[in-house]
């Protein structure tokens, strides 16, 4: 069967592949502890579960959606009003999304063509470099690095990459690193983009789950709306991840071309989804500071329990991830590493050379277990060699 150029770009996800490895060693009748997929165990609040379910049940609500609904178009302005203090026309300045992965899947169909560049950090979530690649852009990675408290370097850019970039993509608080961005590092941003002319996509997925200070939005800094957009997600704030929603907010150009493109895709989002979406950044927000706090636990109870046996591992300051540098005697060999984890002790979690190869050495932990699955997986991992000094 033929099979397109494009597919030669894509091996198995690693998370199908890890997926793979759980199912086997389940039938095997053997136990897992899955530290691997950020799958947030963390239920919506009440209120939002009432609304789908009562909008669920009306049959007005099985028409195709097209566009988005007034009310949720007046909600997510005021929610960036309320949160971020950042003023935007609901209705030429957001569009929703199928979920961030959809947006970043397609976004560069939009914004290039064959053989631009767009500028990407390593290591990144892979859809950051899978949805350029798909567009057929040629992709510059831009270095995370632990001695730069994984900020994006802009003086290390190549000059000439620079100039030929269409666009950058940046996330902060940072999957998989953990790390968070201050006020001069997004002045800075806006002006590199500004003079190469660069248009920004500032992923901001996990501006709630911050463990230090109060999460910022790109665009309530200066002069970012002129170069750039943001998407956001309820998947992790609001415990919605399997009902996809998400939203690209700021420059109207942008907006335009986005809308455009998924009027040719999709046919919108399932209504009921929509209202509980309402629902969710109108209602009251004290499940925002009950989950960020879930988090924070976890995040502490995990570090305490994974010290005691050994593996000391640097505090992260946001998102719902641990990103872990392995022991010393692997000699960086993160993959080898995952499999003795896994093969010993069942805890699985993600090889860092998976983000891109920056984040080899590294290996990433997803905050979705209770304090029992990481006692127990504490236990387990100290039962093993895998973390005894040379």
């Known amino acids: 069967m033929y099979k397109s150029n494009r597919m030669n770009l894509f091996g198995e996800s690693i998370f199908t592949t890890l997926a793979h490895m759980r199912t086997k060693r389940l039938k095997e009748g053997k136990e897992v502890i899955d530290l691997s997929i950020g799958a947030p165990n963390i239920p919506p609040h009440q209120a939002i579960l009432d609304t789908l379910s009562k909008e669920a049940s009306n049959p007005q609500n099985y028409i195709y959606a097209i566009t988005d609904l007034p009310e949720l178009q007046d909600a997510v ?5 309320r949160r971020y203090h950042v003023d935007i026309d609901g209705k030429s300045e957001m569009t929703s999304l199928l979920g961030s992965q959809e947006g ?3 976004l560069a169909m939009t914004l290039v063509d ?6 990407v950090p390593d290591p990144c979530y892979p859809i950051f470099r899978d949805g350029p690649l798909l567009a057929g852009a040629k992709v510059v990675y831009m270095p995370l690095l632990k001695e730069n408290d994984y900020l994006i370097d802009f003086d290390a850019i190549n000059p000439d990459d620079a100039k030929k970039a269409k666009l ?7 999957n998989p690193t953990c790390a968070i961005a201050n006020e001069d590092f997004y002045h800075k941003l806006i002006a590199f983009a500004k003079k190469y002319d660069i248009l920004v996509l500032h992923d901001n997925a996990y501006s709630e789950l911050l463990f230090e200070g109060v999460g910022h939005s790109f665009l309530e800094y200066e002069g970012a709306k002129d170069i750039g957009i943001e998407f956001n997600s309820l998947s992790k704030t609001y415990g919605m991840a399997g009902a996809r929603v998400g939203f ?9 071309l986005i809308k455009t493109l998924k009027s040719n895709l999709d ?3 399932f209504i009921p989804i929509q209202k ?4 969710a950044i109108t209602s009251d927000q004290t499940c925002v500071e009950t989950t960020r706090e879930a988090y924070r636990h976890r995040r502490d109870f995990l570090l305490e329990r994974f010290k005691e046996i050994g593996w000391d591992i640097d505090v992260p300051k946001g998102s719902m991830f641990v990103w872990a540098k392995i022991p010393d005697h692997y000699h960086q060999d993160d993959e080898q590493f995952t499999y003795d984890l896994f093969n010993k002790t069942g ?5 860092g050379s998976a983000f891109g190869k920056h984040g080899k050495g590294f290996v990433r932990m997803a905050l979705v277990q209770n304090d029992d699955c990481i006692a127990h997986a504490s236990e387990l991992m100290g039962q093993t060699d895998l973390f005894k000094k040379a």
């Open 267 to 269: 046919y919108g989002m």
């Open 248 to 256: 690209a907010i700021g420059n109207a150009e942008i907006i335009s």
């Open 276 to 279: 509980a979406a309402v629902t």
């Open 347 to 351: 805890v699985l979690v993600v090889p």
């Open 77 to 81: 302005q005021q929610w960036y009003k």
């Open 168 to 174: 950058m993509i940046v996330s902060y608080p940072n």
């Open 104 to 106: 970043l899947s397609h």
């Open 114 to 119: 064959d053989g631009d560049v767009i500028l």
